[in-house]
Structure formats: structure tokens, C-alpha cells
């Protein structure tokens, strides 16, 4: 069956965790590699998975980041309750920001990380409604590349 | 180039157990904003930057970076120290500057790996 899910997993993101932000992440890497997809794939999902959670760390008030993987494609939804973006077109403009000064100094907030996360994905979609949340679903193909599917 | 060599030269203070000194630095990218260096950094990259928060580590786990400068004499806060230790990942400190760190390393014939 070409669509069977081959790993599901879904972690909590709270807002301001900076601590704990990026940990996520880490765990979804791992389990990209136990999977033995080739570092390249494992890379780009890193990369778009870090932008992701660290856009709910930064903006959101609490969230869910899933992983889910089918033989075909990687597949990463970040969901969250928060603010939102007014204008999602605006937003995807690399180096535009709503970011405060405090999120700056620690090297966030430039404006960046959605155009990362649209960089490192073959599809990507965002849709967001102010006042409650902001959901991003990209997919990586990932068709026969696993060393051991 | 050997990141055992570049620490030798350098005299960089490695703040982290149990990681691979001998691994091979590919190159070197110097930034301060996250976003930057996962976009222009590149596998096997020694990042110099002036942060000490945990998510220099997530940084240089996502990129695959050889190792983590912490340059102009700042202190990598406890947390950063233990995250970059579960991941393998060796953070140095310096009193140098980027600029400085980045000169030598070029002189030493570091330049600038394929991404």
C-alpha cells in the first residue's frame, strides 16, 4: 500500500520555551535517521522541523508539531494557538519581521525562517486566522529513497 | 583540516566532553542570526558566533557543523553546554573576535568548502 504510515509522532511546543525549543526537532531528526532516510532528506526536514517549532516558540502560545512518514514522503504539520499572521503573503517575504527586539538579540526574528522552511520542502502550505492560530503542513518527497525500504 | 589542529593553533578553550576533536572542519561561517546559518552554513562548517543560549546547538546538530566558536570571551550559558554534550557537539570559547578567529583560520589555508 503505497500511502501507509510508517511513523506517526506528535510533540507539544509551548510558547517562550526557549529551553526546551528545538528539542522536538531533534527527536524528529533522530527518528528520520533510525529510518534510514539519506542525510540529505534527514537535513532539509531538520532544518524546515527547527523553523517550524521555533516559529510556535516565538510567536504562538502553545502548539502540536507531527511528524507523519509514508514510504512516498515526510510529511510535518506544526499547528498552533497564538496570534497569528494578518498577511501570510507579507510574511513569506524573506527578511520581513514582526519580531520584538528582545527575540532579535538572541538571533531569531530575522525575517528568515519561512522562507527556510519553503527552501527545504517540495510543498508547503500556511494558513493562518488572527486572534487563533497558524497551521503549516510541508511535505518532503521522499519516493524509494530510504537505504533500507 | 583537523579540528585538533585548529584548536591548537587557536588556543581555543573547549567547554564540552566526550566529542570527536578529530574530526574534519570543511569550512567556517560566521553569523549571528539562527535563520542565516542554517541557510548558508554547510555540513562539516565551524560556526563562530557571539551566542551562548541552547539553540546554538540545534542549530549546529540540524547542519551537521564540525563544532561551535563562542568568540569575544562570552560564557556559554550551563544548558548550552549539557544539550551540545548529548549531541556530540563541541563548543569552544575564545577571547578573540570573529573577525580575528576567521583571519587565521584563513591563513592556516582554511577556505571555503562546496556546500
Known amino acids: 500500500m503505497k500511502d501507509k504510515i510508517v511513523l506517526s509522532q506528535g510533540f507539544e511546543i509551548q510558547g517562550a520555551d526557549f529551553v526546551r525549543g528545538g528539542e522536538a526537532s531533534c527527536q524528529i531528526v533522530e527518528a528520520l535517521r ?5 542525510p540529505e532528506i534527514v537535513r532539509r526536514a531538520g532544518i524546515a522541523s527547527y523553523e517550524m517549532e521555533m516559529n510556535m516558540v516565538l510567536y504562538a502560545d502553545h502548539g502540536m508539531l507531527s511528524l507523519t512518514v509514508t514510504p512516498d514522503a515526510i510529511m510535518i504539520f506544526a499547528d498552533d494557538q497564538g496570534q497569528g499572521i494578518p498577511d501570510i503573503e507579507l510574511a513569506m517575504q524573506n527578511g520581513y519581521s514582526t ?3 528582545e527575540i532579535r538579540e538572541m538571533g531569531f526574528g ?4 519561512l522562507s527556510n522552511i519553503k527552501k527545504n520542502s517540495d510543498k508547503m502550505q500556511i494558513t493562518s486566522t488572527v486572534g487563533e492560530g497558524t ?3 510541508i511535505v518532503i518527497e521522499a519516493n524509494g529513497a530510504r537505504s533500507n525500504s | ?3 585538533s589542529r585548529i584548536i591548537e593553533e587557536l588556543g581555543l578553550q573547549l567547554r564540552t566532553e566526550s566529542c570527536d576533536l578529530d574530526c574534519e572542519v570543511r569550512g567556517c561561517y560566521i553569523g549571528d542570526i539562527l535563520s542565516d546559518v542554517m541557510a ?13 543560549h541552547p539553540n546554538i546547538t540545534a542549530v549546529a546538530e540540524f547542519k551537521g ?9 562570552r560564557v556559554p550559558e550551563p544548558e548550552t553546554l549539557k544539550k551540545a554534550e548529548e549531541h556530540k557537539i563541541p563548543i569552544f570559547t575564545t ?4 573577525y580575528e578567529i576567521a583571519g587565521r583560520l584563513y591563513l592556516m589555508g582554511l577556505k571555503r568548502a562546496a556546500k
Open chain 1, 99 to 101: 519580531a520584538t527586539q
Open chain 1, 110 to 113: 530575522a525575517g528568515m525562517g
Open chain 2, 1 to 3: 583540516m583537523k579540528l
Open chain 1, 135 to 137: 497551521k503549516v503542513h
Open chain 2, 65 to 73: 557543523l564540525s563544532g561551535v566558536i563562542v568568540v569575544n570571551g
Open chain 1, 34 to 38: 533510525d529510518l534510514a532516510f539519506p
Open chain 2, 95 to 98: 577571547g578573540l573576535s570573529s
Open chain 2, 40 to 52: 548558508n552554513s554547510a555540513e562539516g562548517y565551524i560556526w563562530l558566533t557571539i551566542h551562548v
